[in-house]
């Protein structure tokens, strides 16, 4: 089988320790997670981990099997990139002098939908909200002028088609309550 990008939606309880097994399952089977983000759902006192892996599908169905097997997981997904919208955000911190001084700055700022959230003397802090690839090219661009800091998010990523996770959620929050 032929190793591809897979995006998994587990959706849990919030408890202490749960990103640690899951995790664990990973480490386990040598598999590294390239990306790796923790959010509320839909459904109040429901998680959503959203994990991006590299692996074969034999690999990541195991993964989810794994994953699911935890008590507080309430039910687990696999995807490709083609099944889902997916993106990830990203800050750049620059000297504030190249904002004025460098029109190649100033202009990638323009084309690439970039943001300034933030202006002082010192810095400026651009922010970026893209697929990795945009990402990637926006940080090759400002390389060269110096970049103070940067920071990329985990990717956030929602199905393309329903899910029947959300009848599931629903199900489980008037359980709940």
Do not use: C
């Amino acid at each position: 089988m032929e190793n591809t990008r897979y995006t998994i939606s587990a959706y849990s309880e919030n408890s202490i320790g749960l990103l640690h097994r899951i995790s664990g399952i990973f480490v386990k089977r040598h598999i590294n997670i390239e990306s790796l983000n923790v959010s509320k759902s839909e459904i109040e006192h429901v998680s959503k981990f959203t994990i991006v892996v590299y692996t074969t599908e034999d690999w990541v169905r195991k993964i989810v099997q794994q994953i699911e097997k935890q008590i507080e997981v309430i039910k687990a997904y696999y995807h490709t990139d083609e099944e889902t919208i997916f993106q990830e955000t990203a800050l750049f911190k620059i000297k504030s002098g190249l904002l004025f001084d460098e029109p190649q700055i100033q202009n990638a700022i323009k084309k690439s939908n970039s943001k300034i959230v933030t202006v002082n003397r010192e810095f400026f802090v651009l922010a970026k909200t893209a697929k990795r690839s945009e990402i990637d090219a926006m940080h090759d661009l400002l390389e060269p002028f110096g970049i103070m800091q940067f920071v990329r998010s985990g990717r956030i990523a929602v199905t393309k088609e329903s899910m029947p996770i959300s009848e599931l959620l629903e199900e489980f929050h008037l359980a709940t309550n």
